[in-house]
């Protein structure tokens, strides 16, 4: 199993992601404990996880709020001995217009709500991985040098700003042989309502791909996965790309 004997702390666990994720690193032999606001959506993934012979435990924290965060975290430390994976999954409701349209105060507020939680979190996972000298820090992010699409508000500056810490993260912890990454996604299909509204931009984020079809959730599960496992040992601060060609390196 790649992720045997492996403590995994996954922040946004009860949703179709972060479930996903869960899902897969439990199969894979990790003890995966489930952060979120929902206890009824967590319950749910820690259910099948212990319906498949997994492990898993939940907690409702606000990723946003210091104290519980790190409280939380010091107690899976002490309950399981180790946190060698975080994953931060969790979706902030993103501002979609012009900058130049967009009231300041909203976007400083989605900013610091991106940059508080990648910050907390890992600081958090970052004192007890450089004690033991290991572990492996996962987020969803993405930088797109080439993009060329109006109307994207907070969306891909908030991305950019997770790339830039991401960075920053990678070279401060690399000497206690902890790694960053990030995936860059071009959207995941299953993870939208499916309601007729929506049926346009799925077909869309389809048609914008190289090979004809999105990213599932079980491809973003079996990519976290590898990155979280030894097989990745030597990848850190970069992203990786899982968007079916929708975004080009």
């Known amino acids: 199993m790649l992720l045997e004997n492996k403590t995994a702390i996954i922040y946004g666990g009860g ?13 894979e032999g990790a003890r ?20 498949a012979g997994g492990l898993a435990e939940t907690a409702r924290v606000d990723a946003l709020d210091e104290d519980a965060v790190n409280g939380w975290v010091d107690s899976v430390a002490e309950t399981a001995g180790s946190v060698d994976i975080s994953v931060n999954l969790i979706s902030h409701n993103a501002l979609f217009m012009p900058l130049i349209e967009m009231p300041v105060g909203d976007f400083a507020q989605a900013m610091e709500k991106v940059a508080r939680t990648f910050l907390v979190t890992t600081q958090a996972a970052a004192r007890h991985m450089v004690k033991q000298g290991s572990g492996v820090i996962l987020h969803f992010g993405g930088s797109d040098a080439t993009n060329h699409m109006p109307g994207l508000g907070t969306v891909q500056v908030g991305s950019d700003m997770v790339e830039a810490m991401r ?73 990786v790309n899982i968007s079916a060609g929708a975004l080009v390196d």
């Open 167 to 239: 960075r920053q993260w990678a070279c401060e912890l690399g000497p206690h042989s902890i790694r960053v990454l990030t995936m860059r996604s071009g959207g995941i299909v299953e993870s939208i309502p499916d309601v007729p509204e929506m049926a346009p931009v799925k077909q869309q984020m389809v048609d914008a791909t190289l090979l004809k079809r999105a990213a599932t959730l079980t491809d973003v599960s079996r990519v976290a996965t590898f990155l979280a496992s030894d097989h990745a040992a030597s990848l850190t601060s970069t992203q």
């Open 15 to 27: 949703g179709s992601i972060g479930g996903a994720v869960a899902r897969g690193f439990a199969a």
């Open 32 to 51: 995966v404990f489930l952060a979120g606001r929902t206890p009824a959506t967590l319950d749910a993934v820690a259910d099948d996880i212990r319906g």
